[in-house]
């Protein structure tokens, strides 16, 4: 079996002492996934993004902004707050860049899926604006990447446990791209509501599932069930892409959903499954939020070891302290607005 396409890139420099997203976010993981999984990973290098992909989403006035930032840094640029230092520009070239060698790894037929572990994160950023911690939205410059590899649709699954506003936006009236968001309700940034759909050409292809608090591992096969795998038949891409975002752990100090390792282990692996069935089994994960590290670490390794068919190396967490609420309602609503 080809191996799983692995790549790394903690951004030490990108950091703020006080701030969740940092460095030690990713600490101990090169190592860990070496222990468990070394001799099927594929090590993918971090190189810069090549401008015409970043062009492809965000427009050069964007890159100018973040130039110019960084150049008066520290500096904060967003109120979530989104922070810059000197190096930021150059990190989240380096994090899209590993996303799309990553990618290519996946397209080529050298790795049967990739998993792209790199900060800043992007799910937030959108094409002329970097807020909720992201600068670069590194899943948009993929998807438009293996458009232009000749991937004609697109699905992106966003399993964040806040919706990705920047992504839904890039691809809001687009007929290529399918985009689904999980996330909490009410909290940041505010939008994902049930009712947005997309517009124009992409009318429908926007689905939002807005979760309440408590939400854990039984909802989300129900997502998976009823609402994802459904979407997936329909469209029929020739790409999943993944936003993965650990923060939907209920360990998280940010959010309250009520995932556990397991939970991210079968969702991770129920993914592989459609992205099997639909196009092939190319299937990217691309990493987002998860702000208790030991948690993130955790649910990155069961998700590379659902990639490898493998045992997950730890869960010393457990399952959700609290019982979950019943989502049917949350369901129907969609499956009725989506026709499912």
Known sequence: MNPLAFALLPSPQHVDPSHPEHPRRLEGLAEAAERAFGPSLLVVPAVSAPQEAILAVHPAAHLEFLRRACEQAPAIIDYAPTYVTATSLDDALHAAGATLATLEAVLDGRAAAGFAAVR?????????????????????????????????????????VHHGNGTQAVFDDDATVLYISTHQEGIYPGTGAITERGRGAGIGLTVNVPLPSGTGDAGFEAILEQVVAPLARRFRPGLLLVSAGFDAHWRDPLASLQLSTRGFRRLSGSLIEIAREVCDGRILFVLEGGYDPPALQEGILATLASCLGAPAPSDRFGPAPYPSPDIAPILRTVRGLHNL
């Open 120 to 160: 800043p994160p992007g799910h937030h950023a959108t094409a002329d604006r970097a807020m909720g911690f992201c600068l670069l939205n590194n899943i948009a410059i993929a998807a438009r990447r293996a458009q232009r590899a000749g991937i004609e649709r697109v699905m992106i699954v966003d399993f964040d």
